[in-house]
């Protein structure tokens, strides 16, 4: 009497050197194997897009139907351009801000012209069928980097058949003969679907709820301008709530909607102490622009605030130095308020009229700023 074969079981919460168990699923997926792999939403099952017949199988096994495309896990959002070369900047952009993460995003693009098409060609049909491709980004470490180190791009897909849920622990796995080896890392916390986004020229939609709300994705999507002095207390808050004012003004809308249209607008300091007030003349002297700064609290430059900003306009040339010491890779979308290359004044200590004249100098330097975003005064 034949015994069932049941899948290598590695149990990631015991092993010595999670590398080891990494490098071991590498040589399986290389192989042709099929991996089971955890993410953050639910396990999925990893095979190379190199091994056809890999992918059939696991296309079999999960009864996937015909015309579902199957995704790919990507390891970066850098690589994203190398699969759908037209993809547009801000829809990249939204891309890079969300992963690693649980969003499967559904592109559109010049699919034939990315290296979809130097995938075998029974893979090109059943990961790139038409002119979109389905990716993602898993958060785990793991699987990630068993993303990065396969040769060649990982295939991922739900641990499960068509109308089963979702495999939240691995224990149903091993029982799969189909299955290669199981990544164990216990049961998945909390489990809820990836959301699935489809991006393409005219912008994004969710296409199925999931772990990260539309709400969450329309903030990541959004355009971030941060302004930026030393304590973040009178001049980059004073541009700050100015320009949200300004923008509100030229969208005709409450300054607590720009998000929703799409504008999310920051300040900080690179000398700043977290969570103090701004300075009270300047919180007097712009409300005489519908801005408020009764709610201000500082906040101090960091290299995460300057990877996701679009724009990052410095108020001094100093401070534009510093910023480029700290992230020497934002240099293109780092600049100063004074189109002129001037620096602006520093008001602390001063009275309520020298507020003044740095809030209407700040003001006459955002007029151009919002021009070159597109948002036109009325």
């Given at each position: 009497m034949s015994q069932t074969r049941r899948a290598e079981r590695i149990d990631l919460l015991q092993v010595d050197d999670p590398r080891d168990a990494v490098h071991r699923a590498v040589a399986c997926l290389a192989k042709g194997g099929i991996v089971a792999v955890p993410t953050e939403t639910a396990y999925s099952l990893a095979v190379s897009a190199l091994r056809p017949e890999a992918v059939e199988k696991v296309r079999v096994l999960t009864e996937r139907p015909e015309g579902r495309p199957m995704t790919l896990g990507l390891k970066s959002a850098e690589e994203l351009r190398d699969w759908v070369p037209d993809l547009p900047a801000e829809r990249l952009r939204l891309v890079q801000r969300v992963w690693p993460g649980p969003v499967t995003?559904?592109?559109?693009?010049?699919?034939?012209?990315?290296?979809?098409?130097?995938?075998?060609?029974?893979?090109?049909?059943?990961?790139?069928?038409?002119?979109?491709?389905?990716?993602?980004?898993?958060?785990h470490p793991a699987?990630?980097?068993?993303?990065?180190?396969?040769?060649?791009?990982?295939?991922?897909?739900?641990?499960?058949r068509d109308a089963e849920p979702p495999a939240v622990s691995a224990d149903a796995l091993v029982?799969?003969?189909?299955?290669?080896?199981?990544?164990?890392?216990?049961?998945?916390?909390?489990?809820?679907?990836?959301?699935?986004?489809r991006l393409d020229a005219q912008g994004w939609v969710v296409v199925r709820p999931g772990a990260v709300d539309a709400q969450e994705l329309a903030k990541l999507a959004a355009t971030i301008i941060l302004f930026v002095c030393t304590g973040n207390t009178c001049r980059s808050p004073m541009a700050e709530a100015l320009c949200k004012a300004m923008l509100a003004q030229r969208m005709g809308c409450p300054i607590d909607e720009l998000e929703d249209r799409g504008f999310v607008v920051l300040s900080a300091g690179v000398g700043a102490f977290e969570g103090m007030p701004a300075a009270k003349n300047a919180a007097e002297v712009?409300?005489?622009?519908?801005?408020?700064?009764?709610?201000?609290?500082?906040?101090?430059?960091?290299?995460?605030?300057?990877?996701?900003?679009?724009?990052i306009i410095a108020m001094t040339?100093?401070?534009?130095?510093?910023?480029?010491?700290?992230?020497?890779?934002?240099?293109?979308?780092?600049?100063?308020?004074?189109?002129?290359?001037?620096?602006?004044?520093?008001?602390?200590?001063?009275?309520?009229?020298?507020?003044?004249?740095?809030?209407?100098?700040?003001?006459?330097h955002l007029a151009p700023l919002l021009d070159e975003l597109g948002i036109f005064a009325s």
């Open positions: 995003f559904i592109v559109a693009g010049d699919v034939a012209g990315g290296l979809a098409c130097r995938l075998p060609g029974s893979v090109r049909k059943l990961v790139a069928p038409g002119d979109t491709l389905g990716v993602r980004s898993p958060m699987t990630r980097e068993i993303a990065g180190l396969l040769p060649g791009p990982l295939i991922l897909t739900g641990a499960r029982d799969f003969p189909e299955i290669d080896m199981v990544l164990d890392d216990g049961p998945v916390e909390g489990p809820m679907p990836s959301t699935v986004v712009v409300r005489a622009w519908g801005a408020s700064l009764d709610e201000h609290a500082s906040r101090k430059v960091t290299p995460d605030v300057l990877e996701i900003a679009d724009r040339r100093e401070h534009l130095d510093a910023l480029l010491t700290i992230a020497p890779e934002a240099a293109g979308r780092c600049r100063l308020l004074h189109r002129e290359g001037r620096d602006v004044p520093d008001p602390i200590g001063s009275d309520k009229a020298n507020y003044r004249r740095v809030a209407e100098a700040i003001r006459g």
